[in-house]
């Protein structure tokens, strides 16, 4: 019982460290699989790093969007849950949509 409550109770920094780590997370792996390399040789390039702190900022702001407009009523746990799997996928919409009308 001690157990269920203690994952109840997240509060807003470690809800934002959690959300952190997890944009850092999809970032590095979407950026692991670019290309069918499966490697990091983009680390090498400016450029890169430039588009992997928009992906990251983008993803980051949405998951906070998310739990804090949609998600606000909800269990805490529940709310970080449904906040990353729903920010990033209106996110990676959002960028890859906005690439497209961009080209």
Known sequence: MALA???SKINEKKQI???LTASLSITLFLFFIDEGYYN???VNNAGNWIAFFIYFTV???FQVLF???FLKKLKPV????LSI??????S???LILGFLFWL
């Open 92 to 94: 990676l919409s959002f």
């Open 17 to 19: 460290i959690i959300l």
């Open 59 to 61: 993803i980051f702001a």
């Open 5 to 7: 409550k203690s994952y």
């Open 40 to 42: 990091f040789n983009w």
């Open 78 to 81: 529940l709310n970080l849950v």
């Open 67 to 69: 739990s804090n407009i």
């Open 85 to 90: 799997i729903g920010g990033t996928i209106i």
